[in-house]
T-cell receptor, first 118, second 114 residues
Framework: NAGVTQTPKFQVLKTGQSMTLQCAQDMNHEYMSWYRQDPGMGLRLIHYSVGAGITDQGEVPNGYNVSRSTTEDFPLRLLSAAPSQTSVYFC?????????????????FGSGTQLSVL | SQKIEQNSEALNIQEGKTATLTCNYTNYSPAYLQWYRQDPGRGPVFLLLIRENEKEKRKERLKVTFDTTLKQSLFHITASQPADSATYLCALDGFSGGYNKLIFGAGTRLAVHP
């Protein structure tokens, strides 16, 4: 099992460019989410999905789009990159199983994408 | 306002001692609280979850307490080792904006010196 795989590891964009951050998981988890991590701040939820075909906004969704066509993949699209989107992005997955009360329990994270927007 | 706070200053301790990290929160009533470990350049890794009706949880050298009256969780690493050096994040479930979400603290960096 590879777990949660994110690509690319590093990316530099110019303001106004668009790109897609890839996220794939091989654990058959229903729930997937995207977070951004900025210095001195906790991880903040961008978008999340409770299953294929279902997505919803998190705390900081502006400037980002997501789709979930399969259980495995949850790409994050930056529509028109801005310097404020310079951050480290993490994809996470989780599942709801016996003994758990919420799919927010025990997240599995990818290794992150470090994005710089100039 | 709702806040979750961890000590932003790094915690430096000597190998073999017990490390204690603090997570305080205000204006939340979480059903559970989690602790994650994050190494440089890596994603967080889940360590422990403690529910509101549990006072203490242990896993090997790790111990977590949860005091809903004080609105505080303490994370202990006993017999600490240099390999325990990392940033430790606490996270609690909070209902905000119409949905349940995981609220993360900014983390505390732990450095264990030989």
């Amino acid at each position: 099992n590879a777990g949660v795989t994110q690509t690319p590891k590093f990316q530099v964009l110019k303001t106004g460019q668009s790109m897609t951050l890839q996220c794939a998981q091989d654990m058959n988890h229903e729930y997937m989410s995207w977070y951004r991590q900025d210095p001195g701040m906790g991880l903040r939820l961008i978008h999340y999905s409770v299953g294929a075909g279902i997505t919803d906004q998190g705390e900081v969704p502006n400037g980002y789009n997501v789709s979930r066509s399969t259980t495995e993949d949850f790409p994050l699209r930056l529509l028109s990159a801005a310097p404020s989107q310079t951050s480290v992005y993490f994809c996470a997955s989780s599942y709801l199983t016996e003994g758990l009360t919420s799919a927010n329990e025990k997240l599995f994270f990818g290794s992150g994408t470090q994005l710089s927007v100039l | 306002s709702q806040k979750i706070e961890q000590n932003s200053e790094a915690l430096n301790i000597q190998e073999g001692k017990t490390a204690t990290l603090t997570c305080n929160y205000t204006n939340y009533s979480p059903a559970y609280l989690q602790w994650y470990r994050q190494d440089p350049g890596r994603g967080p890794v889940f360590l422990l979850l403690i529910r509101e009706n549990e006072k203490e949880k242990r896993k090997e050298r790790l111990k977590v307490t949860f005091d809903t009256t004080l609105k505080q969780s303490l994370f202990h690493i006993t017999a600490s080792q240099p390999a325990d050096s990392a940033t430790y994040l606490c996270a609690l479930d909070g209902f905000s904006g119409g949905y349940n979400k995981l609220i993360f603290g900014a983390g505390t960096r732990l450095a264990v010196h030989p």
